[in-house]
């Protein structure tokens, strides 16, 4: 966006020609302008965001809000390193005249927030779906422990998927054909921020729709009957917000993921403006997927709008959170089986009655 050589490629001159041929931004400054609002706008959402959850987390004790807030994160990283320090920083303010291993290395830090922001979802829906379609199962495997553990599995390999990143081009600047380094990283960027993602999406969402529907119609029929069908209404709830964060990111990502693909087999980001004008748009679209999920947490959860409400008028969490499920099982068996043996031993201890004795000879 700004007349600079491309740090990527130390010791070179730019070839006059190129420069002249180099495609230029129709965007002008509206890029900074929009990048510096959204990142007033979304830190601080993000940030309210992250103290809601973290609430609604220990009061309920529910591995839901731990994926949520692992997601939080992971945008407010995103917004933080590509955002502020590669676009702000880098490239608006000191117009790329960094050092190349800083470049590098805030390119790699880029990639692997990134890729945590968009694989935080991934166990939040193999969680629902493990609600919906295995309810006994997911009652014993579904935690806040295994949650942070699965978080954290998920956190470590989206940072070494960043690694290999390291030696991405500037499509911007570099005016060179792409060659099989750039294709090899091209295909595994698409693949990990975009197919592979989408592909679990869809199928895990349509196997959800699918029970939902079955639950419905059997609804239906056990209403005709006569008989009554107990079906969990905050399910719906939870199932509507996750596929709503699916569904936009799906939309948002897709017009980056189609000119990536076509600056990589077609025209060049350099070289052609449209393409450049292209890419500029669809890396906004998607940079606003970063700042969005607040509002949609709002629209959707009742609990989470309370919470936020909570946080705004600086009022104190439960000063004794509910503890979780598994814990209360115990309680409530541990004090069911002692009012059971209370009652064997009255029975043992209080006489017959005469007319009962009666009976029982």
Known sequence: ??????????????????????????????????????LCVGVPVNILTLVALYRLAVRTQKALYVYLLALTGSDILSQLFI???????????????????????VSMMEFSANHASIWATVPLTVDRYVAL???????????????????????????????????WSDMWRVSRAPNSLDTALIWTHVTIIYFLPCCIFLVLNSLIILRLRKRQRQQMCQDESGQQLAVPSKLGKTTAMLLAVTSVFAVLWAPRTGVVLYHLYVSSVHNDWRVHLAYDLANMLAMLNTAVNFFLYCFV???????????????????HPRHPLHYQRNATNASTSSISSSKRSQREVTPLSPKRADIKI
């Open 301 to 319: 959860s009742k609990p989470f709008r309370g919470a936020v409400r909570d946080v705004l008028l600086f009022r104190g969490a439960p000063l």
């Open 1 to 38: 966006m700004i007349d600079w050589h491309n740090g990527t490629s130390p010791g070179q001159q730019v070839d006059e020609n190129s420069a002249q041929e180099r495609s230029e931004c129709v965007l002008a400054y509206i890029p900074v302008v929009y990048y510096s609002t959204l």
């Open 83 to 105: 955002i502020f320090v590669g676009f702000l920083l880098e490239t608006a303010v000191f117009h790329r005249d960094v050092p190349v291993l800083l470049l590098r290395s």
């Open 133 to 167: 379609c295995h309810p006994l199962l997911h009652r014993q495997i579904s935690y806040p422990a295994r949650a942070r553990r699965i978080i954290a599995v998920v956190l470590t390999l989206a940072l070494a998927s960043g690694v290999p990143f390291f030696w």
